[in-house]
C-alpha cells in the first residue's frame, strides 16, 4: 500500500480568498475526488492543524494500492482540475510517498 501526504502553507490571500477561505475549498475539491478516481483508495483532507513543521495550512492524506496507481491519480484530470486552483494560493508545497 502507498501512503501519500501532502501538506500546504497557503497564501494570506489569492483568488479573492483569504487563506483559511481558500484552504476550505482546497478540502472540499480534494474530498470530492473520493468514488471518482478508481485508484484513490482513501482521501483525508484537514484545516485544522494544531502543529506542523513547517506550518501548513492544510493536509492531504491519501492511500493508494500501487506506485503506478499513486501515478494514475497524479495525470487523472479531475486531480489536475484541482491542482490548477491549488497552484494559485498555495506558498508553498511539502509532499512525501511511502510504502507499508
Same mark, same amino acid.
Given at each position: 500500500?502507498?501512503?501519500?501526504?501532502?501538506?500546504?502553507?497557503?497564501?494570506?490571500?489569492?483568488?479573492?480568498?483569504?487563506? %483559511?477561505?481558500?484552504?476550505? @475549498?482546497?478540502?472540499?475539491?480534494?474530498?470530492?475526488? =473520493?468514488?471518482?478516481?478508481?485508484?484513490? @483508495? +482513501?482521501?483525508?483532507? =484537514?484545516?485544522?492543524?494544531?502543529?506542523? =513543521?513547517?506550518? #501548513?495550512?492544510?493536509?492531504?492524506? =491519501?492511500?493508494?494500492?500501487?506506485?503506478?496507481?499513486?501515478?494514475?491519480?497524479?495525470?487523472?484530470?479531475? +486531480?489536475?482540475? #484541482?491542482? %490548477?486552483?491549488?497552484?494559485?494560493?498555495?506558498?508553498?508545497?511539502?509532499? %512525501?510517498?511511502?510504502?507499508?
Amino acid at each position: 500500500m502507498i501512503k501519500h501526504i501532502v501538506m500546504w502553507t497557503l497564501k494570506d490571500e489569492a483568488e479573492g480568498g483569504t487563506a %483559511v477561505q481558500n484552504g476550505l @475549498k482546497i478540502k472540499e475539491i480534494l474530498e470530492n475526488l =473520493s468514488g471518482k478516481i478508481d485508484t484513490l @483508495k +482513501h482521501i483525508e483532507v =484537514s484545516v485544522d492543524i494544531f502543529e506542523a =513543521s513547517p506550518a #501548513c495550512n492544510v493536509v492531504l492524506y =491519501s492511500e493508494f494500492d500501487t506506485k503506478e496507481d499513486l501515478d494514475a491519480y497524479q495525470i487523472h484530470p479531475l +486531480h489536475q482540475e #484541482c491542482g %490548477v486552483f491549488i497552484k494559485q494560493v498555495a506558498l508553498s508545497r511539502s509532499a %512525501v510517498d511511502y510504502v507499508i
